[in-house]
């Protein structure tokens, strides 16, 4: 007889065959614009380290005097005994970092949106999706058990069209989009958005994950971006990645914090994030209160890069963040790419179906403010040489 996981055997030998087995690289340094990654230094154009935060000194300096009055973890969920101090200054202070009333931290990304969209909709009710949202808020929405309906990506007059089809079938609406999409690096058109959805009764939700940090004056993000502040209902944001640590979070509206308070099963069922990441957060909204120079760099050094990128001849697609593809085509060429560069002393990552669609493969260039022009000087040359000798250029 079959032993009961065999299948799994199979299923792990059939990704392989197919160039979609994961082959996880393991870094032996701090985040930067330099790693080690399996033992060798490579430049980095692979994290979501923005602003280079992630090994930062105020932040390591937070993190160790808080750990001194505090210790390290919370050892219970928020509702019962682990909400500390620290947690509730980091709500205060990201609310008002992001001109919002209200805000509720959750230990990432990924749980915000599960703790929040199962808390707004059930299962009379709709949702009304980009169809190229994050994983976290499909499954977010599957769990809720609503009604899914997508519009096509990034567009207006299909999300309008879908409202006129099927708002009145459901007693509430949720319009739900990402704010940056992380593959291809453009924006969501949330002002047009907003004027949409204010005319059907439904609550607008921005997942902007790649957008903290990134957008908007001083990296406060897609609502900043289009002056859209007290508008847009539910902002949800995340720490681990231009912040450079690790959580999330839920801003905007108070009624809906509350309610999440109450009603949010990360929140009331898994635990509350450690004293050193909490204490890094509050250090990281610290520094871009007091200055822009990081944002201000991370997008000087977005914009050389692309421009060079582009006198080389190759194809940046429709980007307007630091996040750079490079369009290549089909799977097994990217994949060699990625190679040819870390062979070259290039990490950067090629992405291939199904995370893009078939035919769209590419290597995913993550600029950074902790770049040096000549770090991006070198990883210029690297993509010259590679691409002339795969005949990309
Ligand atoms: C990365 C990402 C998340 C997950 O954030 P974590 O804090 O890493 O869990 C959620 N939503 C979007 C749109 C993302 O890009």
């Given at each position: 007889?079959?032993?009961?996981?065999?299948?799994?055997?199979?299923?792990?030998?059939?990704?392989?065959?197919?160039?979609?087995?994961?082959?996880?690289?393991?870094?032996?340094?701090?985040?930067?614009?330099?790693?080690?990654?399996?033992?060798?230094?490579?430049?980095?154009?692979?994290?979501?380290?923005?602003?280079?935060?992630?090994?930062?000194?105020?932040?390591?300096?937070?993190?160790?005097?808080?750990?001194?009055?505090?210790?390290?973890?919370?050892?219970?969920?928020?509702?019962?005994?682990?909400?500390?101090?620290?947690?509730?200054?980091?709500?205060?202070?990201?609310?008002?970092?992001?001109?919002?009333?209200?805000?509720?931290?959750?230990?990432?990304?990924?749980?915000?949106?599960?703790?929040?969209?199962?808390?707004?909709?059930?299962?009379?009710?709709?949702?009304?999706?980009?169809?190229?949202?994050?994983?976290?808020?499909?499954?977010?929405?599957?769990?809720?058990?609503?009604?899914?309906?997508?519009?096509?990506?990034?567009?207006?007059?299909?999300?309008?069209?879908?409202?006129?089809?099927?708002?009145?079938?459901?007693?509430?609406?949720?319009?739900?989009?990402?704010?940056?999409?992380?593959?291809?690096?453009?924006?969501?058109?949330?002002?047009?958005?907003?004027?949409?959805?204010?005319?059907?009764?439904?609550?607008?939700?921005?997942?902007?994950?790649?957008?903290?940090?990134?957008?908007?004056?001083?990296?406060?993000?897609?609502?900043?971006?289009?002056?859209?502040?007290?508008?847009?209902?539910?902002?949800?944001?995340?720490?681990?990645?231009?912040?450079?640590?690790?959580?999330?979070?839920?801003?905007?509206?108070?009624?809906?914090?509350?309610?999440?308070?109450?009603?949010?099963?990360?929140?009331?069922?898994?635990?509350?994030?450690?004293?050193?990441?909490?204490?890094?957060?509050?250090?990281?909204?610290?520094?871009?209160?007091?200055?822009?120079?990081?944002?201000?760099?991370?997008?000087?050094?977005?914009?050389?890069?692309?421009?060079?990128?582009?006198?080389?001849?190759f194809d940046t697609g429709?980007?307007?963040?630091?996040?750079?593809p490079v369009m290549l085509g089909e799977a097994p060429l990217a994949q060699q790419f990625s190679?040819?560069?870390?062979?070259?002393?290039?990490?950067?990552?090629a992405l291939g179906?199904?995370?893009v669609?078939?035919g769209k493969a590419r290597i995913r260039?993550?600029?950074?403010?902790?770049?040096?022009?000549?770090?991006?000087?070198?990883?210029?040359?690297?993509?010259?040489?590679v691409g002339?000798?795969l005949g990309v250029i």
């Amino acid at each position: 007889m079959a032993h009961k996981l065999e299948w799994i055997e199979t299923e792990l030998q059939n990704l392989k065959e197919a160039g979609l087995y994961n082959r996880i690289r393991t870094l032996g340094s701090p985040q930067g614009a330099w790693l080690i990654v399996d033992g060798k230094r490579v430049l980095n154009f692979c994290s979501n380290n923005y602003l280079g935060l992630a090994n930062h000194p105020r932040l390591l300096e937070a993190a160790r005097k808080a750990m001194e009055k505090y210790g390290l973890g919370p050892a219970a969920v928020r509702s019962i005994a682990g909400t500390m101090e620290l947690h509730l200054q980091f709500e205060e202070r990201m609310a008002k970092f992001k001109r919002v009333d209200s805000s509720i931290a959750l230990q990432s990304g990924f749980t915000a949106n599960l703790a929040t969209i199962p808390a707004l909709v059930g299962k009379e009710d709709g949702i009304f999706s980009d169809e190229l949202n994050h994983a976290s808020i499909i499954d977010g929405s599957r769990l809720s058990g609503a009604q899914i309906v997508r519009y096509a990506h990034c567009d207006p007059a299909d999300l309008k069209r879908q409202l006129d089809q099927h708002r009145q079938e459901f007693p509430r609406a949720l319009v739900i989009t990402d704010g940056v999409f992380s593959m291809d690096g453009d924006i969501a058109p949330l002002d047009q958005i907003y004027e949409i959805v204010q005319n059907y009764d439904a609550v607008l939700m921005v997942d902007d994950a790649h957008g903290e940090g990134v957008l908007g004056r001083g990296g406060r993000g897609i609502v900043d971006h289009f002056h859209l502040h007290g508008k847009v209902d539910i902002e949800v944001g995340t720490l681990s990645k231009a912040f450079g640590v690790v959580g999330g979070v839920v801003a905007g509206n108070p009624l809906v914090v509350e309610w999440l308070r109450q009603r949010g099963r990360p929140f009331l069922f898994s635990s509350a994030t450690t004293v050193p990441d909490t204490a890094a957060c509050i250090a990281a909204i610290d520094l871009l209160e007091e200055s822009t120079e990081l944002v201000d760099r991370l997008w000087e050094n977005t914009r050389y890069f692309k421009a060079e990128m582009k006198t080389l001849g190759f194809d940046t697609g429709v980007s307007v963040t630091p996040i750079t593809p490079v369009m290549l085509g089909e799977a097994p060429l990217a994949q060699q790419f990625s190679r040819e560069l870390f062979e070259n002393g290039v990490f950067a990552m090629a992405l291939g179906f199904p995370t893009v669609p078939r035919g769209k493969a590419r290597i995913r260039v993550m600029i950074s403010a902790a770049h040096a022009k000549a770090d991006l000087d070198q990883g210029l040359e690297a993509f010259e040489k590679v691409g002339k000798a795969l005949g990309v250029i």
